[in-house]
């Protein structure tokens, strides 16, 4: 069964960065094309970046130029470094195949950005 566990949020100030970890279990995105999601409260879940097997990347342009995704193929797990934060970045972050499949949703990690 597939899996799709992220880490790394937390509470981070204005103009901070976080380093966002997502681990799948099998091989399932070694071929496919890698998303971070994110939902904020009161707001539908959006798709801020994605990654291909060839690591060609696209950004939301609310995160362009902050928000970087990579991904390790050889450890299955998909990264998004996220630099100079701004409190509208708060929410809980998810990864998933893109286009997304429901059944590999996971619990997603929260990232709150506050003084």
């Known amino acids: 069964q597939v899996q799709l566990v992220e880490s790394g949020g937390g509470l981070v100030q204005p103009g901070g960065s976080l380093r966002l970890s997502c681990a799948a279990s099998?091989?399932?995105?070694?071929?496919?094309?890698m998303g971070w999601f994110r939902q904020a409260p009161g707001k539908q879940r959006e798709l801020i970046a994605t990654i291909t097997s060839g690591a060609s990347t696209n950004y939301r342009d609310s995160v362009k130029g902050r928000f970087t995704i990579s991904r390790d193929n050889a450890k299955n797990t998909v990264y998004l470094q996220m630099n100079s934060l701004k409190p509208e970045d708060t929410a809980v972050y998810y990864c998933?195949?893109?286009?997304?499949?429901?059944?590999?949703w996971g619990q997603g990690t929260q990232v709150t950005v506050s003084s």
């Open positions: 998933n195949l893109v286009p997304a499949t429901q059944d590999y």
């Open positions: 099998g091989s399932i995105f070694r071929a496919n094309v």
